[in-house]
């Protein structure tokens, strides 16, 4: 007889920790004009950034949330507060950080990593962004990373040139959302030909109950650059409903390689509605490395347009679906030129009746002859009580492409867990091998501390009572 | 080492083996002979503790102590070891890891990677298997033949007290099951016992068979010695009623 693996509930001291919310603003709940002027106001907006949100929240008003995917009616807009300014100035020193917040980004290895591994951090708080830095060798050739703000402030032209053309406001609700309260995020500009060899990494930690965070990530690598940008995301959990609605958007120039890394770990009440989008132009690389762990529910599928000739798209994610959570997500590619290529690499885990669904859409349009594009998704239950989906739509308008895709749905097997059990491994352990052998292939690809990371979360997911 | 006793057990609530009596002591090896579907690997997967297999009556006893409410890992801590007759895959662990991992588990002792490793490739030499299997994921894509022998791998890596062989040798040309019965004549001796169920009596060759017993419809209808063995290999099983 054996004895039955309990899993518990996880146990996530780590990112839980509150901190007393000390926020000097916030706005009422609810979205109204009068909420979106003020947000604008307080941020200084310039008079075209104004008239962009009020659109925004026009569009809002006139679309429906989607009418498919998970349930999100427990979403209530009118409790959600858009706009929390925490009670701190962004500032390029931890030490000037207050020490609440500056304790929160130690906990989660922030400053730590930027010592040892990182060319440049942003970490926000709620809703603005309290510490930014870059190195001056980057900046000396041109690189610029900094918050959303003060790009518009320093770099207006750009911003305003690319600021929600990839993901126009009308793209679908939460895109309108996300245009009329949007605050933070980062801005990167990369000039030709320049390889930032450090990762830069920008950090979204939401701190305060019943609010949302709508930070705005714009990235432009021009001809034949390169960087790698990671971002990561956590909150405490609280008994009300948070809302992350942020949107990427990532333009990849001529010949420029792009890796976009993700480790999401939003707490359990979270609604994840996150909307990334990147251009990539003639033989430029977009690399996406997503690990989707938190939220309630999330709803995620980054694009790749494929926009010049030989443009290429590598998507690997790895999302974990545990008690409680639906998480819907995958990946999307649209091919618009010839010879361009995707290759899409997912796994899927569902136990403790959490359901997972694998979605995704991949367009091959008819100028884009000779594309190519691979699916591989696998999706893993650990008991029957989970669920797991696969989605995979295609739509293919020309006659000479290589179009492959390959999808498994499966259970732990137990005759594998005898086998390693009958080597003196107990269930636990061996049910824990099993799981991080299924996203070993997903593991390798991400940075060593993310990939350390990746594994404490499967190791607190599985852990169980024996 | 091990005793059996009056043993009826089967799966999903139908008995296949219908009161085994078996006695295995140290620096014994026995054989287990019989027809597909005599319950020869069913028996196996009983003393490894298999929890498909449920017992009805019975005991199955290790050095004194009762196996049947302990789990597989408990048993094989308790030095008992079976290679299977289809070894499973595992992606995404390696064969190292995986065996680190056992090694540790078994002997309850953290085991450092470099002496480990060394170890490992030595054994792995001795089995003429490619020392770059080592950092394959575990049987995956394996031949059938490299599968057996990542089970007699592990069999010396982990030095077990008692030995379940199933059908390790059947799939194997000539050189593969002379390998493979080298490295079973080197795991034994006089403090440890082999109990193995084949086909092919080549495997037996580098042994010396202390007992062969004869499994007929989930009872054991012969016992004896090496000439038992000669007697089925040469006129099958037809002389065998129940």
Request: aromatic letters at 6%.
């Amino acid at each position: 007889m054996s004895k039955k693996t309990y899993i518990e509930d996880i146990e996530r001291t780590l990112y839980d920790i509150k901190n007393v919310d000390k926020s000097v603003y916030k706005s009422q709940a609810g979205l109204t004009e009068e909420v979106v002027r003020d947000i604008s106001k307080r941020k200084n907006d310039p008079d075209w950034m104004l008239d962009f949100r009020l659109k925004s929240l026009e569009v809002y008003e006139s679309i429906n949330i989607p009418n498919w995917g998970p349930d999100i009616s427990r979403l209530n807009m009118d409790e959600i507060v858009t706009y929390v300014r925490p009670d701190a100035k962004m500032v390029g020193s931890w030490d000037e950080v207050p020490q609440d917040i500056r304790d929160t980004f130690d906990r989660l290895g922030i400053p730590a990593a930027e010592k040892q591994s990182l060319a440049g951090v942003g970490a926000q708080y709620d809703s603005e962004v309290v510490y930014h830095s870059v190195q001056k060798r980057l900046t000396e050739q041109g690189v610029i990373y900094t918050d959303m703000e003060t790009a518009i402030k320093e770099h207006e032209d750009i911003v305003r040139e690319h600021f929600m053309k990839l993901v126009p406001p009308k793209d679908h609700k939460f895109a309108a959302l996300h245009g009329a309260v949007w605050s933070g995020g980062s801005f990167v500009y990369v000039p030709a030909g320049v390889n930032v060899k450090i990762p830069l990494q920008s950090y979204f930690r939401l701190n305060a109950a019943g609010a949302g965070q709508f930070e705005h990530t714009l990235i432009i690598l021009e001809e034949g650059s390169s960087a790698h940008f990671i971002e990561g995301c956590s909150a405490p959990k609280y008994n009300v409903t948070n809302l992350h609605a942020g949107c990427v958007e990532l333009f990849v120039g001529e010949g420029a390689r792009l890796r976009y890394s993700t480790i999401e770990n939003w707490s359990r009440n979270m609604m994840n509605l996150n909307t990334k989008r990147a251009l990539v132009e003639k033989n430029g690389l977009i690399e996406w490395v997503s690990g989707s762990f938190g939220s309630a529910v999330s709803m995620l599928y980054p694009c790749s347009i494929l926009h010049g000739e030989g443009a290429r798209c590598e998507f690997t994610g790895v999302t974990f679906a545990s008690k409680g959570q639906n998480l819907d997500t995958g990946a999307s590619v649209i091919h618009v030129a010839p010879h361009t290529s995707a290759n899409i690499n997912t796994r899927t885990i569902s136990k403790s009746g959490g359901a997972a669904t694998y979605r995704s859409a991949v367009k091959v349009t008819k100028n884009a002859h000779h594309a190519k594009c691979s699916v591989n998704c696998e999706s893993l239950m650990l008991d029957s009580e989970s669920r797991s989906d696969t989605l995979p739509v295609m739509d293919i308008e020309v006659g000479d492409v290589d179009i492959g895709h390959e999808a498994k749905i499966g259970r732990i097997s137990e005759d594998a867990i005898f086998y390693l059990m009958s080597r003196g491994i107990d269930e636990a352990e061996a049910r824990a091998m099993i799981v991080r052998g299924f996203v070993e292939p997903i593991a390798k690809e991400l940075p060593l501390e993310y990939a350390v990371e990746m594994n404490n979360l499967i190791n607190i997911e599985l852990e169980g009572a024996n | 080492m091990l005793e059996i006793k009056s043993l009826h057990a089967g799966v999903d609530g139908k008995e296949i083996l219908h009161g085994i009596n078996l006695t295995v002591n140290r620096g014994e090896v026995h054989v287990i002979l019989g027809p597909n579907g005599s319950g020869k690997s069913t028996l196996m997967n009983l003393i490894m503790g298999h929890p498909k297999y449920e017992i009805q009556s019975g005991t199955i006893k290790f050095e004194g102590q009762e196996l049947n409410l302990l789990a597989p890992f408990e048993r094989a801590r308790l030095g008992i070891f079976l290679s299977f007759q289809s070894p499973e895959e595992i992606p995404g662990i390696t064969v190292e890891n995986m065996l680190r991992a056992a090694c540790q588990a078994v002997t309850g002792e953290k085991i450092k990677i470099l002496p480990f490793r060394k170890k490992l490739q030595a054994v792995m030499q001795e089995l003429k298997i490619n020392p770059d299997s080592a950092n394959r994921y575990m049987n995956v894509g394996f031949s059938g033949g490299e599968k057996k022998r990542n089970e007699i791998l592990q069999l010396l890596m982990l030095n077990p007290k008692l030995a379940m062989l199933d059908e390790t040798d059947s799939g194997l040309d000539v050189d593969a099951v002379q390998i493979v019965s080298n490295g079973v004549a080197k795991f034994h001796n006089k403090d440890n016992a082999c109990l193995i169920i084949t086909h092919n009596t080549q495997i037996l060759k580098s042994l010396t068979v202390d007992k062969a017993h004869v499994l007929l419809n989930g009872q054991i209808v012969a016992e004896g010695g090496t000439e038992l063995v000669d007697e089925v290999s040469q006129n099958g099983y037809s002389k065998f009623t129940y």
